[in-house]
């Protein structure tokens, strides 16, 4: 308990006596956590939007106008069993004038029309876009000339998406880009992070060597330098999500308001980001510190 | 350099044997036995260097800049270790010590140094007392012991004082304090003197011949050979990692107290009496 009492008023002495590099430690991580802060949201709500535009691609299967209905129930059935696919949904040509109509500004044009020439059709909703061709196949398996054979007489065609391919490549790449950024952020921040620390004990190894030739253990030196390294980590972490906070309530708040977009953010809120964050600070100073002094005390 | 340790430790194991009979006496407080230092890069720090150190011993270490001095003193902490050869405190090989145990080591033996390696933002309380909170000593005692020490080394007024507050040689006694604290054994002073005035190293040399009379052994490194002359202890010289010199008993009286002790040296260095004795001249 004395020992308690021993490190916590050495790690109080040594920050207040080393006030420059302490506030330069406590700096360093307030601007790191705050790059954090603010990336891990937009990352993250990048990430949802991609995944909501890759969940949007779909597979299109169009019938011939004579179909019968239990042509159609049969075909939703088969293809409801196709592995990976997620949902079938039948549009009929009524519905699918009305979707047509939805989105005309002309409605006018419709009018001109004598029949409905919209044939009826299967929205086939996949499990992950990248599985798209393999239903695609199952859908209509090739035959003995290698030529695509549709598994029942009332497919007219299979439709995917004209920019389906495009669609998963730039998504795909742009999961890549984010994954990337945010690896990077991670190791720029321990890296920082962990200099400055290495300057503000390298300033001191003097004080390590006199604590080892007094026959300190290596504990007994460590511990006052891992306390320390917690209260710079809070303290850098407490700056930071005071700005966010303040950032959160001036700029993004109003604005998600006005737009949908912002609104519709799917992201991690702010109460479990802001514990995460002085937590993972406080984590890194505490690590940083002790093992940066590990350099100093081999005997 | 793992190769060399293990048969150093062979050695060792092999030299100990006779030490099953049972012991006259006490075994020296140090004793290097053909120990061998090879720098990584070829320089020989030691080279088949014996020496046997008894408690209660005064003794001069000597010799020009790179001779060994200076790795004498890491062998005995444990700074270094041999390539060959057995480096003993108290008769406990050290170099078969692990590492967590070194610390211990350590705490056995008081250390000096010529820059005093005090920490600059501590009281000199502070600084003295930080040797007993690493040991884990009562804070009661801390308190008690503390003061006791600084007044022995003639500083009872300035404990509360930084030490760039005092002058070269107080600063050399806060650190002299902080070493013999928690009365170890073994007090080793390196170039204790080096940055001192004739007149302030006579008064350190005092204070280290008072501490020597409590039976701590005293092994002071230094090149100031006028004052070692004029001292009469054992002195054991190095020349090129080598021991070219070792001469010891019968050179002096050993029942000198310490004011014979100062006023002879003073007398024998021509340096003046001063007028501010140290207060704490009578306590040992």
Redesign the interface.
């Known amino acids: 308990m ?2 308690l009492t ?1 490190f916590l008023s050495e790690a109080y ?1 040594a920050l207040r ?1 080393n006030a420059a590099p302490s506030l330069a430690a406590i700096v360093t991580i307030a601007v790191t956590v705050l790059l954090i802060g603010v990336l891990v949201p937009v990352l993250d709500a990048s990430g949802s939007k991609t995944d909501d535009v890759r969940s949007q691609l779909e597979l299109k299967v169009f019938l011939f106008d004579d179909a019968t209905n239990n042509e159609i129930s049969n075909l939703q059935d088969k293809i409801g069993a196709i592995p990976h696919v997620e949902n079938v949904e039948y549009v009929s040509p009524a519905a699918a004038l009305k979707i047509l109509e939805d989105r005309l500004e002309d409605k006018s044009l419709l009018d001109q029309l004598n029949s409905n020439p919209l044939p009826p059709a299967f929205n086939v909703k996949v499990d992950n876009p990248d599985n798209l061709e393999s239903v695609q196949t199952a859908l209509s398996p090739p035959d003995s000339a290698g030529k695509p054979q549709p598994i029942s007489a009332a497919i007219d065609e299979i439709v995917t998406g004209e920019q389906t391919q495009q669609i998963r490549e730039v998504t795909g790449a742009v999961k890549i880009l984010l994954a990337v950024i945010a690896v990077l952020l991670a190791i720029a921040s321990v890296f920082l992070v962990g200099n400055t620390i290495r300057l503000s004990i390298y300033a001191r190894r ?2 390590v ?10 504990w ?1 030196i460590r511990w006052p330098f891992v306390i320390e390294g917690l209260v710079v980590g809070l303290f850098g972490a407490l700056i930071a999500v005071g700005i966010l906070f303040l950032g959160k309530v001036t700029i993004v708040d109003p604005l998600s308001d006005n737009f949908a977009l912002v609104e519709n953010l799917n992201t991690i809120s702010f109460g479990p980001l802001i514990a995460a964050l002085v937590t993972g600070a406080m984590v890194v100073a505490a690590l940083g510190s002790g093992v940066t002094l590990r350099r100093f005390l081999r ?1 | 350099m793992a190769r060399a340790r293990t048969r150093s430790r062979l050695r060792a194991r092999r030299s100990r044997m006779p030490e099953s009979h049972p012991r006259p006496q006490r075994p020296p407080i140090v004793e290097l036995r053909d120990a061998t230092m090879v720098y990584p890069g070829g320089h020989v720090g030691l080279e088949r260097v014996s020496i046997s150190i008894d408690r209660g011993e005064f003794v001069f270490l000597v010799g020009p800049t790179g001779c060994g001095k200076s790795t004498f003193i890491k062998l005995l ?3 270094l270790q041999p390539a060959s050869g057995t480096v003993r405190v108290a008769g406990k090989d050290i170099n078969d010590m692990s ?2 145990k ?7 033996i008081g ?1 000096v140094f010529q820059d005093f ?3 600059p ?1 501590r009281t000199v309380y502070d600084n003295v007392a ?2 007993l ?4 000593t ?2 009661s005692e801390i308190k008690r012991q503390v003061p006791e020490i600084l007044r022995m080394v003639g500083l009872g007024a300035k404990i509360h004082n930084y030490p760039d507050e005092l002058s070269g040689g107080e600063q050399q006694r806060v650190s002299i304090a ?1 070493a013999f604290v928690s009365h170890p054994p073994l007090l080793l002073a390196d170039e204790p003197t080096g940055n001192l005035d004739p007149e302030t190293s006579i008064g350190i040399m005092q204070l280290l011949y008072r501490i020597n009379r409590t039976g701590t052994t005293v092994v002071v490194v230094t090149h100031d050979r006028e004052m070692v002359d004029k001292m009469r202890r054992r002195v054991i010289q190095l020349y090129d990692g080598r021991v070219i010199r070792d001469q010891a008993a019968g050179m002096y009286a050993t029942d000198e107290d310490t004011s014979e002790f100062g006023a002879r040296v003073r007398s024998e260095l021509g340096v003046a009496e001063p007028d501010d004795l140290d207060d704490g001249g009578a306590v040992l």
């Open positions: 004395s020992r021993f002495r006596r003097r004080e060597e006199v604590m080892q030739l007094v026959g300190a253990t290596n007994f005997i | 902490l444990r700074d590492r967590s070194v610390p211990q080591l350590r705490r056995r250390t390696k005090l920490l933002n930080y040797a909170q690493v040991i884990g009562p804070r902080r």
